[in-house]
């Protein structure tokens, strides 16, 4: 299995465009989180989902902040529209509900918002 | 409110020289407690889960241990390839599967 995917790796926009980020999770894992992580604030969950399902988004920032999860294969998390403050990186997990293998992170996608 | 707090923030070795990270929690309900290595510009890897008082697990020159309130993770000889930013996340009891954080300890090995 290749990991969890991410694309792009790295995104540079300019404040106010909408920005997506894409994930591909492991194959037959059945949860999916969206992370943040910056200096200040560590890893922040943003949502969760579960058998594509959102479960938690208490995480979400605000409302220009939104995620979807099609199908079992697929997911994105929009920002429309971006600003400077959600520079960060933002990185994609999946794992198998109720095993203790944690979760496989992918590698993240840089954003930068000038 | 449930909370999650690493120690020392940041630790020099040289190689060698066996040490210890902290984890201590305050939380509602642990349903379990990871340690991850996270290395720059990658995501965190998962290394362990603890989930009672008194576990251990070991993985090469790594070994977690648990109690009620925190968690060591302990470095026996040090290679400057163990060098690495360690997090660990609690799982709560609370119905949901979601982690909380600490914020790391970045270790860096010296040869």
């Keep these: 299995d290749a990991g969890v995917i991410q694309s792009p790796r790295h995104e540079v926009t300019e404040m106010g465009q909408e920005v997506t980020l894409r994930c591909k999770p492991i194959s037959g894992h059945n949860s999916l989180f969206w992370y943040r992580q910056t200096m200040m604030r560590g890893l922040e969950l943003l949502i969760y989902f579960n058998n594509n399902v959102p479960i938690d988004d208490s995480g979400m920032p605000e409302d220009r902040f939104s995620a979807k999860m099609p199908n079992a294969s697929f997911s994105t998390l929009k920002i429309q529209p971006s600003e400077p403050r959600d520079s960060a990186v933002y990185f994609c997990a999946s794992s198998f509900q109720g095993v203790s293998y944690g979760y496989t992170f992918g590698s993240g996608t840089r954003l930068t918002v000038v | ?111």
């Excluded at chain 2, 020289?17 to 995501?43: A, H, I, M």
């Excluded at chain 2, 009620?68 to 119905?95: M, N, R």
């Design chain 2, 1 to 111: 409110e449930d909370q999650v707090t690493q120690s020392p923030e940041a630790l020099r070795l040289q190689e060698g020289e066996s040490s210890s990270l902290n984890c201590s929690y305050t939380v509602s309900g642990l349903r379990g407690l990871f340690w991850y290595r996270q290395d720059p510009g990658k995501g965190p890897e998962f290394l362990f889960t603890l989930y009672s008082a008194g576990e251990e697990k070991e993985k090469e020159r790594l070994k977690a241990t648990l109690t009620k309130k925190e968690s060591f993770l302990h470095i026996t000889a040090p290679k400057p390839e163990d060098s690495a930013t360690y997090l660990c996340a609690v799982q709560l009891t609370s119905g949901t599967y979601k982690y909380i954080f600490g914020t790391g300890t970045r270790l860096k090995v010296l040869a």
